[in-house]
Protein backbone atom coordinates (compact mmCIF):
# COMPACT_ATOMS: atom_id res chain seq x y z
CA UNK A 1 0.00 0.00 0.00
CA UNK A 2 1.48 3.53 -1.11
CA UNK A 3 2.39 5.70 1.96
CA UNK A 4 3.20 9.30 1.59
CA UNK A 5 5.07 11.27 3.64
CA UNK A 6 5.66 15.02 3.95
CA UNK A 7 8.08 17.13 6.11
CA UNK A 8 8.18 19.20 7.93
CA UNK A 9 4.89 18.90 8.76
CA UNK A 10 4.88 23.51 9.80
CA UNK A 11 7.24 25.92 8.37
CA UNK A 12 6.86 29.68 9.67
CA UNK A 13 9.66 31.39 7.63
CA UNK A 14 10.09 35.46 6.85
CA UNK A 15 8.94 36.97 3.70
CA UNK A 16 11.41 36.70 0.85
CA UNK A 17 13.11 33.22 2.01
CA UNK A 18 13.47 30.53 -0.61
CA UNK A 19 12.11 27.47 1.00
CA UNK A 20 11.88 23.68 0.27
CA UNK A 21 9.37 21.29 1.28
CA UNK A 22 10.15 17.64 0.99
CA UNK A 23 7.78 14.09 -0.07
CA UNK A 24 8.59 10.99 -0.12
CA UNK A 25 6.34 7.59 -1.05
CA UNK A 26 6.73 4.03 -0.62
CA UNK A 27 6.14 2.85 -3.75
CA UNK A 28 7.72 4.04 -7.32
CA UNK A 29 5.16 3.05 -9.70
CA UNK A 30 3.48 6.04 -9.85
CA UNK A 31 1.58 7.51 -12.80
CA UNK A 32 2.43 10.76 -11.44
CA UNK A 33 2.72 13.46 -8.26
CA UNK A 34 0.68 16.38 -8.21
CA UNK A 35 1.85 19.46 -5.25
CA UNK A 36 -1.52 21.10 -4.40
CA UNK A 37 -2.55 23.90 -2.30
CA UNK A 38 -4.99 24.35 0.05
CA UNK A 39 -6.20 27.41 2.28
CA UNK A 40 -8.07 27.50 5.51
CA UNK A 41 -11.42 25.64 4.93
CA UNK A 42 -11.34 25.63 1.07
CA UNK A 43 -10.82 23.13 -1.85
CA UNK A 44 -7.32 21.73 -3.51
CA UNK A 45 -6.15 23.88 -6.30
CA UNK A 46 -3.48 22.43 -8.35
CA UNK A 47 -0.06 23.72 -8.28
CA UNK A 48 2.44 21.56 -10.41
CA UNK A 49 1.85 18.60 -12.26
CA UNK A 50 4.97 15.68 -12.84
CA UNK A 51 4.57 12.75 -15.20
CA UNK A 52 6.52 9.46 -14.15
CA UNK A 53 9.22 9.90 -16.69
CA UNK A 54 9.74 13.99 -16.05
CA UNK A 55 12.06 15.36 -13.65
CA UNK A 56 10.83 18.65 -12.88
CA UNK A 57 8.57 20.90 -13.71
CA UNK A 58 8.32 24.87 -12.80
CA UNK A 59 5.26 27.55 -12.64
CA UNK A 60 6.55 31.05 -11.82
CA UNK A 61 8.10 31.05 -8.50
CA UNK A 62 7.25 27.03 -7.85
CA UNK A 63 9.87 24.34 -9.35
CA UNK A 64 8.81 20.76 -8.13
CA UNK A 65 11.96 17.66 -8.58
CA UNK A 66 10.71 14.32 -8.98
CA UNK A 67 13.38 11.51 -8.25
CA UNK A 68 11.07 8.34 -8.91
CA UNK A 69 13.49 5.67 -8.28
CA UNK A 70 14.23 7.17 -4.48
CA UNK A 71 10.86 7.54 -3.96
CA UNK A 72 10.97 11.76 -3.67
CA UNK A 73 9.74 14.86 -4.67
CA UNK A 74 10.21 18.54 -3.75
CA UNK A 75 8.65 21.77 -3.89
CA UNK A 76 11.01 24.69 -3.58
CA UNK A 77 9.36 27.81 -3.54
CA UNK A 78 11.04 31.34 -4.66
CA UNK A 79 10.89 34.52 -2.79
CA UNK A 80 8.54 33.27 -0.65
CA UNK A 81 5.53 36.09 0.39
CA UNK A 82 2.40 36.14 2.24
CA UNK A 83 -0.18 35.41 0.04
CA UNK A 84 2.25 31.86 -0.03
CA UNK A 85 0.47 31.07 3.40
CA UNK A 86 -1.40 27.84 3.06
CA UNK A 87 -0.79 24.34 3.06
CA UNK A 88 1.06 22.58 0.78
CA UNK A 89 0.02 18.44 0.02
CA UNK A 90 1.85 16.49 -2.40
CA UNK A 91 -0.30 13.80 -3.51
CA UNK A 92 0.94 10.02 -6.11
CA UNK A 93 -1.33 9.01 -8.60
CA UNK A 94 -1.32 5.09 -8.86
CA UNK A 95 -0.97 3.50 -12.56
CA UNK A 96 -4.33 1.72 -12.11
CA UNK A 97 -7.16 3.03 -11.10
CA UNK A 98 -5.38 6.78 -11.63
CA UNK A 99 -6.46 7.68 -7.68
CA UNK A 100 -4.57 9.61 -5.78
CA UNK A 101 -2.66 9.20 -2.31
CA UNK A 102 -2.28 12.06 -0.48
CA UNK A 103 0.60 13.11 2.53
CA UNK A 104 -0.34 14.70 5.48
CA UNK A 105 0.74 17.76 4.06
CA UNK A 106 3.17 21.14 4.97
CA UNK A 107 1.49 23.70 6.76
CA UNK A 108 3.24 26.92 5.24
CA UNK A 109 3.55 30.12 7.32
CA UNK A 110 5.14 33.21 5.48
CA UNK A 111 5.38 36.14 7.87
CA UNK A 112 5.48 39.77 6.43
CA UNK B 1 -8.56 23.21 -15.74
CA UNK B 2 -11.54 21.69 -15.39
CA UNK B 3 -14.00 23.36 -13.52
CA UNK B 4 -15.66 21.30 -10.44
CA UNK B 5 -18.88 22.44 -9.39
CA UNK B 6 -19.55 21.03 -5.55
CA UNK B 7 -22.87 21.65 -3.86
CA UNK B 8 -23.58 22.56 -0.80
CA UNK B 9 -20.94 23.93 0.11
CA UNK B 10 -22.14 23.44 3.41
CA UNK B 11 -24.26 21.80 6.08
CA UNK B 12 -25.06 21.25 9.07
CA UNK B 13 -27.11 18.09 10.12
CA UNK B 14 -28.86 16.12 12.19
CA UNK B 15 -27.59 12.69 13.74
CA UNK B 16 -29.53 10.32 11.80
CA UNK B 17 -30.32 11.88 8.84
CA UNK B 18 -28.65 11.60 5.10
CA UNK B 19 -27.11 14.37 3.06
CA UNK B 20 -26.57 14.26 -0.79
CA UNK B 21 -23.91 15.72 -2.45
CA UNK B 22 -23.50 16.94 -6.04
CA UNK B 23 -20.40 17.09 -8.09
CA UNK B 24 -21.18 18.58 -11.53
CA UNK B 25 -17.88 18.67 -13.66
CA UNK B 26 -17.86 21.08 -16.78
CA UNK B 27 -16.56 18.25 -19.22
CA UNK B 28 -16.59 14.77 -19.65
CA UNK B 29 -13.50 13.11 -17.73
CA UNK B 30 -12.62 9.15 -17.61
CA UNK B 31 -12.66 9.41 -13.74
CA UNK B 32 -13.96 10.73 -10.75
CA UNK B 33 -13.40 9.90 -7.07
CA UNK B 34 -14.94 10.62 -4.11
CA UNK B 35 -12.60 12.26 -0.85
CA UNK B 36 -12.74 12.86 3.09
CA UNK B 37 -10.91 14.88 4.39
CA UNK B 38 -11.51 14.78 8.39
CA UNK B 39 -10.71 17.62 10.85
CA UNK B 40 -6.94 18.48 10.77
CA UNK B 41 -6.16 15.50 8.33
CA UNK B 42 -5.00 14.92 5.07
CA UNK B 43 -7.40 13.38 2.12
CA UNK B 44 -8.66 9.41 2.20
CA UNK B 45 -10.22 8.54 -0.54
CA UNK B 46 -13.64 6.88 -0.13
CA UNK B 47 -14.06 5.25 -3.51
CA UNK B 48 -14.08 5.64 -7.19
CA UNK B 49 -17.66 6.66 -9.04
CA UNK B 50 -17.84 4.03 -11.95
CA UNK B 51 -19.99 5.40 -14.39
CA UNK B 52 -22.97 3.21 -15.16
CA UNK B 53 -21.88 0.59 -12.50
CA UNK B 54 -20.90 0.44 -8.26
CA UNK B 55 -18.74 2.32 -6.96
CA UNK B 56 -15.49 0.75 -6.04
CA UNK B 57 -14.91 1.05 -2.30
CA UNK B 58 -11.79 1.69 -0.36
CA UNK B 59 -10.78 -0.54 2.93
CA UNK B 60 -13.06 1.04 5.75
CA UNK B 61 -15.96 2.52 3.27
CA UNK B 62 -19.27 0.36 2.09
CA UNK B 63 -21.61 1.52 0.51
CA UNK B 64 -24.53 1.29 2.80
CA UNK B 65 -22.90 4.09 4.12
CA UNK B 66 -21.77 5.69 1.38
CA UNK B 67 -23.89 5.26 -2.04
CA UNK B 68 -22.34 6.74 -5.13
CA UNK B 69 -24.55 7.23 -8.35
CA UNK B 70 -22.59 7.98 -11.88
CA UNK B 71 -25.10 8.26 -14.22
CA UNK B 72 -22.46 9.96 -17.08
CA UNK B 73 -19.30 11.69 -17.53
CA UNK B 74 -19.49 14.54 -15.98
CA UNK B 75 -21.92 14.33 -12.93
CA UNK B 76 -21.86 12.08 -9.67
CA UNK B 77 -23.42 11.89 -6.70
CA UNK B 78 -22.38 10.76 -2.84
CA UNK B 79 -24.39 10.67 0.16
CA UNK B 80 -24.03 9.66 3.60
CA UNK B 81 -26.32 7.58 5.11
CA UNK B 82 -27.64 7.80 8.86
CA UNK B 83 -25.32 10.20 10.29
CA UNK B 84 -23.43 10.70 13.39
CA UNK B 85 -21.28 13.01 14.46
CA UNK B 86 -18.09 11.34 13.54
CA UNK B 87 -18.86 12.01 9.83
CA UNK B 88 -18.36 15.42 10.46
CA UNK B 89 -15.70 16.04 7.39
CA UNK B 90 -15.14 18.29 4.37
CA UNK B 91 -16.23 15.86 1.43
CA UNK B 92 -14.15 16.98 -2.18
CA UNK B 93 -15.28 15.28 -5.48
CA UNK B 94 -11.87 14.98 -7.50
CA UNK B 95 -12.16 13.74 -11.65
CA UNK B 96 -9.47 13.12 -14.03
CA UNK B 97 -8.90 11.92 -17.74
CA UNK B 98 -10.42 14.85 -19.68
CA UNK B 99 -11.36 14.05 -23.50
CA UNK B 100 -7.78 14.58 -25.46
CA UNK B 101 -6.02 15.07 -22.68
CA UNK B 102 -1.93 13.76 -22.55
CA UNK B 103 -1.36 14.37 -18.94
CA UNK B 104 -3.52 12.64 -16.47
CA UNK B 105 -4.15 15.44 -13.87
CA UNK B 106 -6.67 15.62 -11.03
CA UNK B 107 -8.92 18.53 -10.32
CA UNK B 108 -11.09 19.36 -7.27
CA UNK B 109 -14.67 21.26 -6.22
CA UNK B 110 -14.39 23.42 -3.11
CA UNK B 111 -15.62 20.19 -1.27
CA UNK B 112 -18.90 20.21 1.30
CA UNK B 113 -18.15 20.86 5.02
CA UNK B 114 -20.54 18.65 6.53
CA UNK B 115 -21.21 18.88 10.42
CA UNK B 116 -23.54 16.46 12.19
CA UNK B 117 -25.20 17.43 15.35
Known amino acids: KQEVTQIPAALSVPEGENLVLNCSFTDSAIYNLQWFRQDPGKGLTSLLL?????REQTSGRLNASLDKSSGRSTLYIAASQPGDSATYLCAVMDTGRRALTFGSGTRLQVQP | SAVISQKPSRDICQRGTSLTIQCQVD?????MFWYRQQPGQSLTLIATANQGSEATYESGFVIDKFPISRPNLTFSTLTVSNMSPEDSSIYLCSAAGRANERNTEAFFGQGTRLTVV
Open chain 2, 27 to 31: SQVTM
Open chain 1, 50 to 54: IQSSQ
